[in-house]
């Protein structure tokens, strides 16, 4: 403000001069931009020639009474430079970005476009009209065009149905009506291995072990589904599709048990046992913590040690994809006031292979 004020005066004194000496005020114009120039060359003896804002100012002044024609052989900078020096100097004048006393509008809170990204991600169906209400209904009153600014700011297309769901997003989603099955091999003392059929629930990561034995045959097998159904009560109708492999075991009569629940049975491709990743990742598990660890005698020294895994599995070990819960837990204990070490319970499961923690009351 106060270079363009100094600049406009400038202006303004300069051209009394011109009016009134019209004939000699080019002349004397002339020596003022030379004399001036001489002044910047002996300010700056070595390098290039660097013109600071009052050289500026000077110069686009004393354009005013030198003819354009001249201005080539007169100034030492050419014309479109000059003349960018003036406009510059012209918006300056009229810049007002800097003189505000009071802002706008002011910006939407950090929270508030943190919560506009999370329903967006969470929601793909949801346009910046819902999420705008949905704010609206939390206590956040901003309106669709913020929303729409926040969504295109962040790359993300605010009109409903923005992208189809992510392979990721589509598994979680058929999570909760999948359970998996497939037969874990434990080999005894005396060198016998057994079998026993293993079922997980996707959704909640529930853990089921039918049965032990040594001969799995097909019957046998058919007879560990009846049991899981039983088991499964009325949480069976939730369950929609059943993934195994192609195991001679798996016979048609395995697949009806299921399928007069509803549920549809899927066969994994031939060798690909990533088809069945959870069930593989959980007999995993139970290898490296419990059975590697072991020796066991008999078949029902094999059930003793199942049974009382899969009682911790599903009560106690947390897990990742469920933010750390048991399966059969549905949220996470209250935080303890007064954290004691001597508060600290430890119980031994399985003499000890296994330790579980918690306060006392």
Excluded at 51 to 57: I, K, Q
Excluded at 100 to 107: A, D, E, I, T
Excluded at 150 to 156: E, H, R, V
Excluded at 250 to 267: H, N, P
Aim: one cysteine or more; charged letters at 25%.
């Amino acid at each position: 403000m106060i270079v363009s004020l100094v600049y406009q005066v400038t202006r303004k004194l300069l051209s009394v001069p011109a009016v009134l000496l019209r004939r000699d005020s080019t002349k004397d114009a002339e020596l003022l931009v030379l004399r001036h120039e001489n002044a910047v060359l002996r300010r700056q003896l070595s390098g290039p020639l660097r013109y600071e804002l009052a050289d500026r100012v000077w110069f686009a002044a004393l354009s005013s009474l030198v003819p354009r024609r001249r201005w080539a052989q007169v100034f030492p900078v050419t014309p479109a430079t000059l003349l960018a020096w003036h406009r510059r100097l012209i918006a300056r004048k009229w810049d007002y970005s800097k003189r505000r006393s009071k802002p706008g509008r002011p910006p939407t809170a950090s929270a508030v476009k943190a919560l506009v990204l999370r329903l967006a991600k969470e929601n793909p169906g949801w346009g910046c009209r819902r999420i705008q209400g949905e704010l609206v209904r939390l206590g956040h009153p901003v309106g669709s065009t913020t929303v729409w600014e926040i969504l295109t700011a962040a790359g993300i297309d605010p009109a409903p149905h923005r992208r189809g769901p992510t392979w990721r997003e589509f598994l979680t989603a058929q999570a909760e009506g999948v359970m998996a099955c497939d037969f874990v091999h434990i080999d005894l003392v005396d060198l016998r291995r057994v079998y026993a059929p293993v079922f997980l629930e996707h959704g909640t990561r529930r853990l089921h072990i039918a049965g032990v034995t040594a001969h799995p045959t097909g019957s046998w097998t058919v007879q560990q589904a009846r049991n899981l159904t039983v088991e499964l009560g009325m949480r069976v109708g939730s369950l929609r599709f059943l993934l195994r492999d192609r195991d001679a075991k798996y016979t048609k009569s395995f697949d009806a048990v299921f399928a007069a629940d509803g549920i549809e049975v899927l066969r994994t491709a031939p060798r690909a046992p990533r088809m069945n990743a959870h069930c593989e990742r959980v007999i995993g598990t139970l290898r490296r913590e419990v059975l590697d660890h072991l020796l066991v005698w008999n078949e029902s020294h094999v059930r003793q040690v199942l049974d009382a895994y899969a009682r911790h599995y599903n009560r106690h070990r947390p897990h990742q994809a469920r933010g750390q819960l048991p399966p059969l837990a549905q949220q996470h204990p209250l935080p303890v006031a007064n954290l004691t070490p001597d508060r600290l319970i430890r119980t031994r499961v399985l003499g000890g292979v296994i330790s579980e923690y918690r306060y006392v009351a």
